[in-house]
């Protein structure tokens, strides 16, 4: 049993890390079929169908914490830093500006 890290995250957050990581993967980086990306797919999929500006900008500033597992927090990573690289275009502003710092390697 891997450890878990909680991560707290919007939902603009969630879903800039599925785009990054489901939607312009294209297979490239493995491992993004696990429980912690179908629940952040699920929490997605709650997004208010109405066209009222207020809603809609209150679902996307909600926050939420996820538990991920080291593994699925590490994949995160790569598709944020790798899959831009791969298509050289810049790194999305999440890994500024939401994703937690990750703890160097020792």
């Not at 450890?3 to 603009?12: D, F, N, T, V």
């Not at 797919?41 to 996820?66: I, N």
């Not at 699925?72 to 298509?87: H, K, S």
Request: aromatic share 10%; glycine share 4%; with cysteine.
């Amino acid at each position: 049993m891997s450890a878990k890290a909680k991560i707290e995250l919007s939902m603009y957050g969630i879903a800039e890390v599925l785009k990054w990581c489901i939607d312009r993967n294209n297979g490239r980086v493995p491992g993004v079929d696990t429980e912690g990306f179908k629940k952040m797919q699920a929490l997605l999929a709650e997004k208010p169908q109405s066209g009222d500006y207020f809603t809609l900008d209150q679902f996307w500033k909600k926050k939420m914490t996820l538990e991920l597992t080291e593994e699925e927090v590490a994949t995160i990573d790569r598709c944020l830093y790798d899959i831009p690289n791969f298509d050289n275009v810049p790194l999305p502003q999440i890994r500024h500006r939401f994703w937690p710092k990750q703890p160097a390697a020792h």
